[in-house]
Structure formats: C-alpha cells, structure tokens
C-alpha cells in the first residue's frame, strides 16, 4: 500500500510538472506572429511585379532582376506604398511639387496660314516695252532688295534716256543755270521710270544709250507670283511680279457665333501649327475680328498676326488656334496625377523622399475644379507644397488594390480583393481590365480537323515572330508579319457556320489588323503593341477552336507596354520574353496552358 500510495503521489506530480510545463511553453509560443530580435515584427523583402517571391533578406528577384522591396507583416491597414529608385525608373513614376498657376477651358479653332497682304510688294512696269529676259521665272525663291529682276527695251525709255544725253550737254558746254536745270528735270524722269542713280551715273560716264534696261526689286521677300514672260509686251503698270514678305503671317480662323465672345482685338492667343506638335507654341495678336457673318453661315473670320522667324512656316499649313475663357488661378496638376473613381479622386504624395528602401507615397484624397486635357485645378486636399507623383498614379493606385486588397479612395479593404501576384488572377481590379479584357474567356466551338490544322500553322508561324521580337530584329519581325498574314488567308473560313464562324470572323480581323500594322513600321516599340493586339486574337482563336497535339504556353509579363502588362503564347514553359528581349528575357510567367 505505502508503495502504490508512493507511485501514485509521484505519477501526479509528474503529470503536473508536465502541465505546468505545457503552460509556460504556451506562453512562449511566438510561432503565430514572428518578432524579431527587438520585438517588431518581421521583415519580409518581395518583388513588387512578382509578389510570389518572398525573402527574410534583401536580394533581387529571381524573375526579372528587381529589388526586392521590404514589407512589414502588422495587423493594421498599411496606405503607403514604397518604391526603390529603380523601380520608380521602371514604372516611370515623376514626382514634382504641386504649382500655381492659371487655368481654364479651352476651344480649339481650325485656322490656315496666310501671307501678310500688309507685308506684300507688287512690282509692275514702269514703263511701256517688251520684256527681253526674266532673271527671276520660279515663284517661292526669296530675293533681296536690289536684286536685277527683268531686262525692257522700250522706246519712251530709249528717247527719255537721249534727251537726258542732251540737257547735260548743253548744261556742260552753255554753263547757264536753266540748262542745269533742264539736266536736272531730264534726271528726275529718268528715276521716275524706274532707273537707279548708279544706271544714271553710268549714262552721264558712257554718254552712251542703252537700249536693254535691267530694272531691280524695289524690296526683298519671297516670289509668290509671276505674271510676265520673256518677249511679252507690257504696258506701264502692269503686274511683273508679286512679292511676301514671310517673316510674318496671318492666322485666320473661323469663329462660330458661341466662341466670338471668347475673344477680341488685340488678344494674344497660342497657335499650334499641324506638323510641328512638338515644338513650342507660338503667340499670335489678334488684330481683325470681321463685323459681320460670312454669306449663308454663321460664321466669322478671325485674323490674327504671328512672327515666322526664318521663314520657318508656309503659307496654306493648317493650324490650332487656343481660346482660353474662364481662367482662374490656384493649384494645378497634370491630367495623369489624379485617380478618379467612383468615391471621389485622390493623387499620390511623396511622404518619405530619399529613405534608404526609397520614396514612401501615400494616397490623399482630394477635390477637383476646372479640367482641362492637360491640367485639372486641385480646390481641396492639398496646400501646395507637396510631392506629387506626377506620372505612373494609377500604377500606384494599382498597386494598392492588387497587393494589398486596399481601396486607396476610401482607405479601407475592398471585398473580394486580395492580394494577388498577377493581374488576371484578380479580375476586378481597375488594372485588369487593361490587358484586353484578359477575363473574358472565349466560347469553345466544335471545329473540323482540316480548320484545326491550318490554325496550327498561324500558331507555328506566330512562334518564329515571337522569336524575332525576343531577338529585337524589327526588320526580321516585319517579314514575318507579312508570312502571318499569308497563313491566315490559308485558314478556309467555310469549314465554320454559326456562332463559330461569326467568332472566328471577329478573331480573324484583329489579327489582320495587327499584323499589318507590324509590317508598316520597324519601330521596335510600335511593333510589339501590334504583337500584343495578334496574340490576344489568336489566343482566343486557340481557344474557340484549339490547336493539334501542341501544349500551348500563355505567358504573361505585368511590365510590358508600359506596364499595362500583355500576353503571348509559347510552344515552350520557359520564359522567353518578347516584350523586353535580352533587357529582361525571363520577366514573366505562365498563367495558362492550353492542351
């Protein structure tokens, strides 16, 4: 009994000890919420285009080479987001302090070029005669003052030139002051007939007659008319020549009744000339506004005054006249830096500049005014001496919805968002929608074997343009674009009726018009936007109608197009990626695989 009673006492304890020892082990357990060495919680580093990977250590990421970026693991509902500098080059986000300045609608008029009629010379015969020789016979050739014109002979001139001869004889020989007098009033008809003092010096010098007289240009400008020929006979006054001065031109638009109030003489307006888009505007003063309407409209003419340093613009170039009206001052930012949703708008502003991990950017939610399509005028939210990312914000507001599953709006966590390291994987994202409605799958058809084997053929030729865009050779890519299209007009569209003949029709004229669009240009840039418009109509192609015994790869890269993302079919699992070439040849990865 004493050593049953014994065991018994030690069996309790035993099991105590075991208990208690239980509790204290409880107590400890951190594995629910990891802490690091100073109690915060654990740092994590992933990439911000590829969330699938995760590290407890700073690194690149495996994919497509980026920093990885911290996280921080914490209960509470994180707004910031944070971007490295070379992600912030990559996304092409901008940031800029917010600045003051005028704003206001703007009408846009279609108005032409014109020559200054108030800066054109019209040079006409002086005298009766024949034209014996043009020195000047195209139009649109600039000549200068003094320059020799045309060659007469004219008898009033030949006879004017002989009685000259004569008065300063007689002036010479008589010495009396009537006949200088006479000399003088022979030498002035002379110029009134268009001679030039050094001609008339000449004659005096030679007291020879000269039957051919060259006449010069009384201005310099350019040539815009030729109304003589050589061996026509003119009379005095007729139109020779007509001469612009193009230095300045005459900007003339049209003014409907609603915009006339918009301006008035004397205003300067911006004048935007087609071709020239990217250079600065130029500044032209108002100086006619027609009082009455044009016949049988209602439409005014607006003529405006516009320096053309160098002779840079034409006369009949189309241009853009800007009226600006309701113009208010205060705080501005560009179109693309605000996010407008349904809740309202925000921008995003730089929090933390210069951090070590990078630039912190918080959304701030904000009230707009007057809009224009450039600038938008900031009334609420924001007192001007912020940071603001003036580009990439609705990668930023992306950014948050799909990472974090929080509406940078409202601030809070949107249902049915989560945290998702693709685009397509979270369909109603904002950003989703970008990459050809990548959600909406296409209707499966029962297609015959002989259609199935000719859409084999597009797919395999699609393999080899895939190639050539990896390899960045756009003159390679454009030859087989124009192979594309032959094997798409080799798929007999007969062999479909119904809905599947309807849907290959749709799928059918997208790739078509892609591929040309590929085959018009060696623009490296251009041609992968086409690419990416051919791989969406023929995935859905493979996808209706399938392929022949090919596993067939949709891979997908979220930076492509300047990060709207995009997709393209391989033959192959590993990423080849015909969006960045050897820049980032293995940035990507699979979301499908079509059997």
């Known amino acids: 009994m004493l050593v049953l009673n014994a065991a018994c006492q030690s069996g309790e304890k035993t099991d105590n000890d075991q208990a208690d020892s239980a509790a204290v082990a409880a107590s400890d357990d951190h594995s629910g919420h990891n802490h690091g060495p100073d109690g915060a919680e654990k740092i994590t580093y992933t990439c911000p285009m590829h969330p699938q990977i995760v590290q407890d250590k700073p690194g690149s990421c495996p994919i497509c080479g980026m920093d990885l970026v911290p996280v921080a693991k914490t209960g509470e509902i994180a707004t910031e987001i ?21 704003i206001g609608n703007s009408t846009v008029l279609n108005a032409r070029l014109a020559a200054d009629q108030q800066q054109t010379d019209v040079i006409s015969s002086r005298v009766v005669g024949r034209i014996e020789r043009l020195y000047v016979k195209e139009t649109g050739q600039p000549i200068r003052k003094g320059q020799v014109l045309y060659e007469i002979y004219s008898e009033p001139l030949l006879t004017q030139q002989q009685e000259y001869l004569l008065a300063l004889r007689q002036a010479e020989e ?52 030729i109304a003589a020929s050589e061996g026509q006979y ?56 027609n009082p009455e309407y044009r016949a049988g409209s209602q439409v005014l ?6 320096p053309n340093p160098g002779g840079r613009f034409q006369p009949g170039q189309q241009a853009r006249v800007l009226l600006r009206h309701g113009v208010q001052r205060g705080l501005t930012l560009p179109a693309d830096a605000v996010v407008r949703a349904g809740q309202g708008a925000v921008v995003f502003v730089q929090t933390g500049q210069g951090q070590p991990d990078g630039s912190v950017f918080q959304p701030r939610r904000v009230q707009t005014g007057t809009e224009t399509d450039q600038q938008v005028s900031i009334t609420n939210g924001l007192n001007g001496d912020e940071q603001v990312a003036m580009s990439g914000a609705y990668l930023l507001y992306s950014e948050l919805i799909l990472k974090k599953g929080i509406n940078p709006i409202t601030a809070e966590v949107e249902e049915g ?14 950003a989703a929608r970008s990459v050809a409605n990548a959600a909406t799958i296409p209707k499966s058809h029962k297609a015959p074997h002989t259609f199935i084997k000719q859409l084999t053929i597009v797919y395999e030729t699609s393999l080899k343009l895939t190639e050539a865009l990896i390899g960045a050779n756009s003159e390679q890519a454009k030859t087989l674009a124009g192979g594309g299209g032959k094997a798409l007009a080799g798929v007999d569209m007969m062999l479909l009726s119904g809905a599947a003949h309807t849907d290959w029709m749709t799928y059918l ?13 060696t623009d490296l840039e251009k041609q992968r936007t086409a690419y990416a418009q051919f791989e969406e109509g023929l995935y859905r192609s493979i996808k209706a109608f399938g392929v022949t015994d090919k596993p067939v790869y949709r891979q997908f890269c979220p930076m492509a197009l300047n990060n709207k993302g995009s997709y393209w079919l391989s033959d192959k699992k590993p990423i080849r990626n015909p969006y960045f070439g050897d820049q980032m040849l293995t940035c990507g990865e699979t979301k499908e695989v079509i059997p």
């Open 417 to 430: 968002v989560k945290s998702t390291p693709t685009l397509e994987s979270n369909p109603t994202a904002p």
């Open 301 to 306: 003419v607006m003529r405006a005054v516009m």
């Open 234 to 289: 003119v009379g005095e006054g007729a139109l020779l020549y007509r001469l612009a001065n193009l230095g300045q031109l005459w900007v003339e638009a049209e003014l409907y009744a609603g915009e006339a109030r918009f301006v008035k003489v004397g205003d300067r307006v911006p004048v935007q000339v087609v071709g020239y888009e990217t250079s600065p505007t130029m500044n032209a003063r108002v100086t006619f506004i």
């Open 82 to 102: 944070m971007l490295s500098e070379s992600q912030m080059q990559l996304a092409n986000v901008m940031v800029q302090p917010v600045a003051s300045g005028n």
């Open 509 to 521: 004229n997208t790739m078509n018009a892609a591929l040309k669009a590929l085959n018009m240009t």
């Open 174 to 225: 008589l010495n009396e002051p009537r006949y200088e007098d006479f000399r003088r009033a022979a030498e002035q008809k002379l110029r009134l007939y268009g001679m030039t003092a050094e001609q008339i010096t000449g004659l005096a010098k030679t007291r020879n007659v000269q039957p051919r007289i060259p006449f010069v240009a009384p201005a310099g400008g350019t040539v815009t008319e």
